[in-house]
């Protein structure tokens, strides 16, 4: 009885205190013990004045739901990157940041190129180029599975989805990465100037591309560059709109769609009954998918700004308010998943918060799933064994959840 108290006060103080800039030493390794608090003791946290944390399911979904919300940034992002820097430019004028009109537009040009029928078409490029990287490591004593597999595949596919020349993808990961870095609750200065740099030339070499396909447009249908460049009936984008969209794309389809890979193998790998179960019913690899994304999922965070009161679970917010949605805490809530706790690869219904949802729902979640899929599927029935080779390091950041290497041995 006094343990379970202490227990529980232990658990208040925890989230009491809780600082997304300075969060416990364990957080990163497993946050599950910190977000069981919040959703317990401050579902609503305050994180500075007129700043929350949600870190329950249905007021995740509700904010996502509201149409009482922004996802402008442009407020947050002036004093952070500093107002007409590559950064800020960057991060207030792509999809995932703006509003209507601008939000509606870019939302119906892309969709159309990410739509089943292109699925379909990229499918049998991915199929190979997994079998050809699961040749590759075949030799290898321990191969990194983040470097060899899980990053290789989404840098094709986006690369493919805009046409970007093979030869020229070599720097997209470490832009894409930097890019996103500064996006972190607390970036550091070299953080910040690393980003800088990576907008600014991530934007010298798409003018160029641009100016390229100009001269020689591909088909729509199949390219989105192309896709982008053309417009809608309302007229074209501005060139700030198109350049920033295409790093945006690029980016958004990367490291979400690595991570998903590589948590994923390494959730598999260490939960040995569930790994066992997909081999022996290969046909579970859908829900699989779905279940790794809920258990690990690969974006931890999501903002938006509130316009007009919302009532949440404990307390109402105001307009105004700065609001962080804690989609890892919410894809573990008992309140939606039965014992969210455990590993559960045929798990139905799994209505996860991986992708958001709403307006700015994930564009490209059916391209990640269909990468997944072959990822994962393939992996495990081609190296059944398959086990680690040396303890994985984690990337720390708090807003992606992945590994920086995973090496492993394929038995
Ligand atoms: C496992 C991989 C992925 C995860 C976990 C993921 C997650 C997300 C999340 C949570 C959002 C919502 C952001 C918000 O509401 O503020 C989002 C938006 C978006 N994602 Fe993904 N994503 C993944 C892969 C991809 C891929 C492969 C593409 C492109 C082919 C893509 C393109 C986009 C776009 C364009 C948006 C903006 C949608 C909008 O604002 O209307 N994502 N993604």
């Given at each position: 009885m006094a343990d379970a108290a202490a227990a529980a006060a232990a658990a208040a103080?925890?989230?009491?205190?809780?600082?997304?800039s300075d969060p416990p030493a364990d957080f990163v390794d497993d946050p599950s013990a910190t977000w069981a608090a919040l959703r317990e003791h401050h579902p609503v946290h305050e994180l500075a004045p007129n700043s929350v944390l949600l870190t329950r399911?249905?007021?995740?979904?509700?904010?996502?739901?509201?149409?009482?919300?922004?996802?402008?940034?442009?407020k947050e992002f002036g004093p952070k990157f500093g107002v007409g820097t590559p950064l800020y430019e960057h991060h207030t004028t792509s999809q995932v940041f703006s509003d209507p009109p601008l939000h509606t537009r870019l939302r119906r040009i892309l969709m159309g190129a990410v739509n089943q029928r292109a699925i379909a078409r990229m499918e049998a490029g991915v199929n190979t180029m997994v079998d050809a990287l699961l040749d590759r490591i075949a030799d290898e004593p321990a191969p990194d599975l983040i470097e060899h597999f899980a990053a290789q595949i989404p840098v094709e596919?986006?690369?493919?989805?805009?046409?970007?020349?093979?030869s020229e993808r070599g720097p997209l990961r470490e832009w894409s990465l930097a890019t996103l870095s500064a996006l972190e609750p607390a970036p550091s200065e070299k953080v910040l100037a690393r980003g800088q740099a990576a907008v600014s030339e991530f934007l010298v070499y798409l003018k160029d591309l641009v100016a390229r396909r100009a001269a020689h447009p591909g088909d729509p249908e199949a390219d989105v560059l192309t896709r982008l460049m053309l417009g809608d009936a309302?007229?074209?984008?501005?060139?700030?709109?198109?350049?920033?969209?295409?790093?945006?794309?690029?980016n958004a389809g990367h490291e979400t769609t690595t991570n998903l890979i590589g948590n994923g193998s390494h959730t598999l790998i260490?939960?040995?009954d569930q790994l066992q179960?997909?081999?022996r019913d290969p046909a579970l690899i859908g829900s699989a998918v779905e279940e790794l994304l809920r258990y690990e999922s690969p974006i931890q965070l999501n903002n938006r700004?509130?316009?007009?009161?919302?009532?949440?679970?404990?307390?109402?917010?105001?307009?105004?308010?700065?609001?962080?949605?804690?989609i890892g805490a919410a894809n573990r809530d008992a309140a939606e998943f039965a014992d969210p706790e455990r590993l559960e690869i045929a798990r139905k219904p799994n209505n996860h918060l991986a992708f958001g949802q709403g307006a700015h729902a994930c564009s490209g979640m059916n391209v990640a799933r269909m990468e997944g899929r072959i990822a994962l599927g393939k992996l495990f029935a081609r190296y059944p064994n398959i086990d680690?080779?040396?303890?994985p390091e984690r990337d720390r950041r708090l807003r992606f959840r992945g590994f920086r290497n995973l090496p492993v041995r394929l038995g």
């Open positions: 103080e925890l989230a009491r205190s809780f600082r997304l399911y249905d007021d995740v979904l509700a904010i996502y739901r509201s149409p009482n919300v922004s996802s402008d940034k442009k596919v986006i690369g493919n989805l805009l046409d970007v020349p093979r309302n007229g074209k984008l501005g060139e700030t709109e198109l350049l920033h969209n295409c790093i945006f794309l690029l260490t939960h040995r179960r997909l081999q700004l509130t316009t007009a009161p919302i009532q949440l679970s404990t307390r109402e917010v105001p307009a105004g308010t700065f609001i962080t949605l804690a680690l080779a040396a303890p």
